[in-house]
């Protein structure tokens, strides 16, 4: 590989990190979230060209201010092939648009990856990525390992091998190394905070017995803190030890947790903590199918929600109540919770939630027996997630057209719209179950389809039979009334 390529004067001394860093993508499959600590901005965009250079087809996402809430959209737009590297330029600044952006890049993780199907570096100052793990754990705890581009005073870049880190191939090994290192400096406060950092990390990789130990060790530091920080942190901690019993299917233990986090939020005075706590009370309501007791919690959160202008958050409660009011079908209520929650959606450019409210307004419309108006939506829905490139639910949302097209009677388009949701599911391993209820219905349309063809074959026939039985019957008739009168 060269290392002579051309580069700004200040980005000279960084060449060989660049050399080594693109090694390590090169060794990766598919898709792959590197971080890749450095904080001056011109450094990483001296990068990306000298990647460029290498004969390597480079996407350089550089978002400003309120772009920075644009961010999942913006990714999802790149055109991207497997031997694409996407270089994300990340920033020191924390806004409540980058949070926002973060927040959506976390709930589409799986989508993205899918999408990217590429290496993605992800680019930027140790507060960047501090503020990624923080609001997006569930997109942060697939990163691969670890890189750093450090620059000195004197403007050189001193190769850093990091081996600890290197080690650490599972995120939440990395997240451990610096609690350890924080711990056996007896810097208690980032002890709890890593502590904390790291029960989320374990319960987002599925290891809630580990994730339960962690929490309740940070609880313990945050405890003894001075404060409302160490009560706040430990009110956080609640919320994950919640969200582990919940997830393990020990709802009252839960509803404990989450107790004392609302009473942690109402005490200081954090109405951010006490909706959150009402939203995971909420959840606790759903898993035990107390959907009444549910909906009312929501509506809790929504008050407050409402009065602290967070839109996005309100957009996702009045989610969790169109899907409690379409569970209990309680269409009305359902109808005027997806609006709601559609208009938000909207507003913020989460396009994917947007589409997933336009599919439940499908749903309803199609109850409502007004088959126009469900296509409508589901045409919407289908725009967006095409869009998107989210096969998955493009292929659900043919299904849905196909199914009340079906129960209209119009079996023609309901056999075209299972027939695509077919060609979209066929490479999908997980959907057997969908290819299965979409043969059936093919089967039934077939068997319908051929059977009336027959009837309308017959129909001609039997007339004519019908017709010369009649007259048959009325020359006989005819015959007997002659027989009678002459006898």
């Given at each position: 590989m060269?290392?002579?390529?051309?580069?700004?004067g200040f980005a000279a001394p960084y060449v060989r990190r660049f050399a080594e860093i693109l090694d390590v993508v090169g060794m990766l499959d598919g898709f792959a979230l590197v971080p890749v600590e450095v904080r001056p901005r011109a450094v990483i965009r001296a990068m990306a060209d000298w990647i460029r250079q290498q004969q390597r087809r480079v996407h350089v996402v550089d978002l400003k201010d309120a772009e920075w809430r644009m961010l999942c959209d913006t990714l999802f737009s790149l055109q991207t092939r497997p031997e694409t590297i996407v270089v994300l330029v990340g920033t020191g600044?924390?806004?409540?648009?980058?949070r926002m952006g973060l927040h959506f890049v976390n709930t589409k993780r799986d989508s993205?990856?899918?999408h990217l199907g590429c290496p993605l570096l992800w680019c930027g100052p140790p507060e960047f990525l501090n503020l990624t793990g923080e609001q997006a754990p569930d997109f942060w705890s697939i990163r691969e390992i670890p890189q750093r581009i450090d620059v000195e005073p004197d403007g050189s870049a001193p190769v850093i091998p990091m081996p600890s880190l290197v080690e650490a191939t599972a995120p939440p090994a990395e997240i451990r190394l610096l609690f350890e290192a924080a711990k056996a400096q007896k810097d208690w406060p980032n002890t709890a905070r890593l502590g904390l950092r790291l029960a989320r990390a374990l319960a987002g990789g599925n290891k809630m017995d580990?994730?339960?130990?962690?929490?309740t060790d940070a609880r313990a530091l945050f405890e003894?803190?001075?404060g409302g920080r160490g009560a706040k942190g430990a009110a956080e901690c609640e919320e994950v030890l919640g969200d582990v019993a919940r997830a393990t299917g020990n709802v009252e233990a839960s509803w404990a947790h989450y107790t004392k986090m609302l009473r942690a939020g109402e005490q200081l005075g954090d109405e951010h903590l006490t909706a959150r706590a009402y939203h995971r009370q909420g959840m606790a309501a759903q898993a035990e199918r107390d959907l009444d007791k549910a909906a009312r919690l929501y509506k809790k959160a929504l008050g407050l929600l409402g009065m602290l202008g967070d839109e996005h958050s309100t957009a996702r409660t009045y989610d969790d109540l169109a899907r409690?009011?379409?569970e209990r079908r309680a269409i009305v209520a359902a109808e005027a919770s997806s609006k709601e929650a559609l208009a938000r959606f909207e507003k913020l450019g989460d396009a994917h939630s947007a589409a997933v409210s336009y599919v439940r307004l499908g749903w309803i419309a199609k109850a409502r027996l007004e088959f126009d108006a469900a296509k409508v939506c589901y045409e919407k829905a289908r725009v967006m997630f095409e869009d998107l490139r989210d096969e998955h639910g493009v292929a659900e949302t043919y299904f849905f057209q196909g199914e009340a097209a079906y129960e209209n009677k119009d079996l023609a388009a309901a056999k075209a719209c299972y027939e695509k949701a077919l060609a979209w599911f066929s490479s999908d391993p997980s959907a057997s179950e969908r290819l299965r209820d979409i043969h059936e219905r093919?089967?039934?349309i077939e068997m319908t389809l051929r059977n009336r063809a027959a009837t309308d074959g017959w129909r001609p026939k039997a007339r004519t039979m019908a017709i010369r039985a009649k007259a048959l019957i009325q020359r006989l008739w005819g015959q007997a009334i002659a027989i009678l009168f002459l006898s």
């Open positions: 060269p290392a002579t390529a051309e580069v700004p600044e924390n806004t409540s648009d980058l993205l990856a899918r580990e994730a339960q130990a962690a929490a003894e803190m001075q409690i009011a379409w093919l089967h039934e």
